[in-house]
């Protein structure tokens, strides 16, 4: 989740193939270690991260009891990411996600 923030925020100021995301969200959620990130100090930059991106991907579940929905809702309508949507992964801790692996393999196809 925390990796999601960085890429979307490396994406701001660099071309990129493309993010994919996992459970990104929007603000530090009150949460002092967040907020020291220092990721949530500036407005992003939905335009700017969309214009380097070849592709974005975000992977999102209603049911993450860290991330809120409506937050990671806001990053996939910001960004328009191709939105995989889940209601039964919590904050995607499993030990495999064939999902993911799908979308990188389809994802490095088409960039062939």
Excluded at 34 to 62: H, M, P, Q
Excluded at 68 to 85: C, D, F, I, N, R
Aim: charged residues 25%; contains cysteine.
């Amino acid at each position: 989740s925390s990796g999601a923030c960085a890429a979307v925020r490396y994406a701001e100021e660099n071309k990129v193939a493309g993010i994919i995301l996992v459970g990104a969200y929007t603000s530090d959620l009150g949460d002092s270690t967040e907020k020291e990130s220092g990721y949530f100090d500036d407005d992003w930059r939905w335009e700017a991260a969309k214009s380097n991106c070849g592709f974005i991907v975000l992977f999102g579940s209603t049911d993450d009891p860290f991330l809120p929905w409506s937050e990671q809702e806001t990053v996939a309508t910001s960004l328009g990411a191709e939105l995989h949507k889940y209601d039964d992964r919590g904050h995607f801790m499993n030990t495999t996600f064939p999902e993911l692996v799908n979308v990188v393999k389809q994802k490095l196809q088409s960039n062939q």
